[in-house]
C-alpha cells in the first residue's frame, strides 16, 4: 500500500463521454503530479501542482483537465479523448514542487481504455 | 538538453546469476538521481536517491552506485521476485526526466 491512492484502477470510455480519475496522498506533501505511461515509452509528466497551484502544464491537449483543490486532492477530467490516450495514468506526490532532490512518489495508476 | 538512457532494454538472469543495470544521463546541475521498481499494472515503487558521484546505497539484493555520467543498479544472487521493470529518472534544475526503463526476468 502507498501513501497516494488512485481510483478508479480501470476505466474503459468511449469517445464521447466524460469521466475523472482521483487521487489523494496521505504523506502531508505540497505538490501533486499527473504522468502518463504509454507502452515503451518514458514517463510523460503532464501537471505539476505545487500548493495548489498549477506550475507545469506539459502541453497537454485540453481534452485533459486536472483540478486541485487542496494539497492533498487532485483529479484529471477527461473529454471527449481519442483511442491514442488509452494508457496508464498515474499520480504522484513530493515534499514540494521545486527541483530540489524531492522524492516523487507513485500510486498504482487508472488504466485507461479509451474505445 | 537533460537525456536519460538506460541499459539492457530487457535482461533475462537464471536464479542467483548477479547482474547490473545501467543508466546513463546527461544534465544541467544534478539534483538527484532515482531508481524506482514497477511490476506490471502497478505504479513505480521508489528504491533508491543519489544526490553526488561516489555515493552508494543498497536494500536488500539491491546496490545503487553513482559517477558524473552514469548509475548502476547492482543486483546480488536475484530471485524471481526480482522480476520486475526496472526505472531510472534523473532530475536536473528545471525539470525531471524519466528513462524507458529495463524489463529484468529472473528464471528459477
Known amino acids: 500500500e502507498t501513501g497516494v491512492t488512485q481510483t478508479p484502477r480501470h476505466l474503459v470510455m468511449g469517445m464521447t463521454n466524460k469521466k475523472s480519475l482521483k487521487c489523494e496522498q496521505h504523506?502531508?506533501?505540497?505538490?501533486m503530479y499527473w504522468y502518463k505511461q504509454s507502452a515503451k515509452k518514458p514517463l510523460e509528466l503532464m501537471f505539476v501542482y505545487n500548493f495548489k497551484e498549477q506550475t507545469e502544464n506539459n502541453s497537454v491537449p485540453s481534452r485533459f483537465s486536472p483540478e486541485c483543490p487542496n494539497s492533498s486532492h487532485l483529479f484529471l477530467h477527461l473529454h471527449t479523448l481519442q483511442p491514442e490516450d488509452s494508457a496508464l495514468y498515474l499520480c504522484?506526490?513530493?515534499?514540494?514542487?521545486?527541483?530540489?532532490?524531492?522524492?516523487?512518489?507513485f500510486g498504482e495508476g487508472s488504466w485507461l481504455t479509451v474505445v | 538538453e537533460d537525456q536519460v538512457t538506460q541499459s539492457p532494454e530487457a535482461l533475462r538472469l537464471q536464479e542467483g546469476e548477479s547482474s547490473s543495470l545501467n543508466c546513463s544521463y546527461t544534465v544541467s546541475g544534478l539534483r538527484g538521481l532515482f531508481w524506482y521498481r514497477q511490476d506490471p499494472g502497478k505504479g513505480p515503487e521508489f528504491l533508491f536517491t543519489?544526490?553526488?558521484a561516489g555515493e552508494e546505497k543498497e536494500k536488500e539484493r539491491l546496490k545503487a552506485t553513482l559517477t558524473k555520467k552514469e548509475s548502476f543498479l547492482h543486483i546480488t544472487a536475484p530471485k524471481p521476485e526480482d522480476s520486475a521493470t526496472y526505472l531510472c529518472a534523473v532530475q536536473g534544475n528545471n525539470d525531471m526526466r524519466f528513462g524507458a526503463g529495463t524489463r529484468l526476468t529472473v528464471k528459477p
Open positions: 543519489l544526490y553526488s
Open positions: 504523506l502531508g506533501h505540497n505538490a
Open positions: 504522484a506526490s513530493s515534499q514540494d514542487g521545486s527541483y530540489s532532490g524531492n522524492t516523487i512518489y
